[in-house]
């Protein structure tokens, strides 16, 4: 079974800064999709940014980047100048490429909160 | 486009009472996926259906738990009879299937959560 660990409960940043928040998994699978989900106080649930395995080049969102290092299993999510509505919980999350059999849910780490100083 | 509706959103019952949990997916999507989220377990997946067939329930805690998909339109997830570990905010995602060549493929848009509280 995959497993995602996102080892930062919590983190801080600076109003304009950058931060970048981290995500390992493990699984046997070549092929397979990764996710930033966001969550704010309102707790819906909000997708960040895709990446596909087997896409070398790293996933893209306005302010919002991956650095997707397939060899070490490795997907963090970097936020550059960061905004007061950037505050919220930030879920990564494994999706595997086949159907079936369970294969199709998400796998989600724990989470890192992200606060926002002002 | 309208996103996954669930209803309802806030739902307080007394343990013993059975809970039924309602949810419409995008128009389109394929799949549908009942998860639960909790601060001990985080999120979980409880149970998905595509083209309105159960694939894996595994997720399911126990049987009192179980869930329907009757059209591509509408799931229900109910719990009977409720018991007080079984408070937690319920979510209803779907997405189109792999390799289905609609895109984006994979990707689950969430509704926006029913909070359960059982007393």
């Known amino acids: 079974a995959q497993t995602v660990t996102q080892s930062q409960p919590e983190m801080s940043v600076q109003e304009a800064e950058t931060v970048t928040l981290s995500c390992t998994y493990d699984?046997?699978?070549?092929?397979?999709?990764l996710f930033w989900y966001k969550q704010p106080p309102s707790r819906q649930m909000i997708l960040v940014i895709r990446q596909e395995a087997y896409k070398q080049q790293n996933a893209t969102e306005n302010r919002f980047s991956v650095n997707f290092q397939k060899a070490a299993k490795s997907f963090s999510l970097k936020i550059s100048d960061s905004q007061l509505g950037d505050a919220a919980m930030y879920f990564c999350?494994?999706?595997?490429?086949?159907?079936?059999?369970?294969?199709?849910?998400?796998?989600f780490g724990k989470g890192t909160h992200l606060i926002i100083q002002p | 486009d309208a996103g996954v509706i669930q209803s309802p959103r806030h739902e307080v019952t007394e343990m013993g009472q059975e809970v039924t949990l309602r949810c419409k997916p995008i128009s389109g999507h394929d799949y549908l996926f009942w998860y639960r989220q909790t601060m001990m377990r985080g999120l979980e997946l409880l149970i998905y259906?595509?083209?309105?067939?159960?694939?894996?329930d595994s997720g399911m805690p126990e049987d009192r738990f179980s869930a329907k998909m009757p059209n591509a339109s509408f799931s229900t997830l109910k719990i009977q009879p409720s018991e007080p570990r079984d408070s937690a905010v319920y979510f209803c995602a779907s997405s189109f299937g792999a390799r289905t060549g609609k895109a984006p493929e994979d990707t689950q848009y969430f509704g926006p959560g029913t909070r359960l509280t059982v007393l």
């Open positions: 999350a494994y999706r595997s490429s086949r159907s079936g059999g369970g294969a199709d849910g998400l796998t």
């Open positions: 259906f595509n083209n309105n067939v159960p694939i894996d």
């Open positions: 699984t046997s699978e070549s092929d397979y999709y």
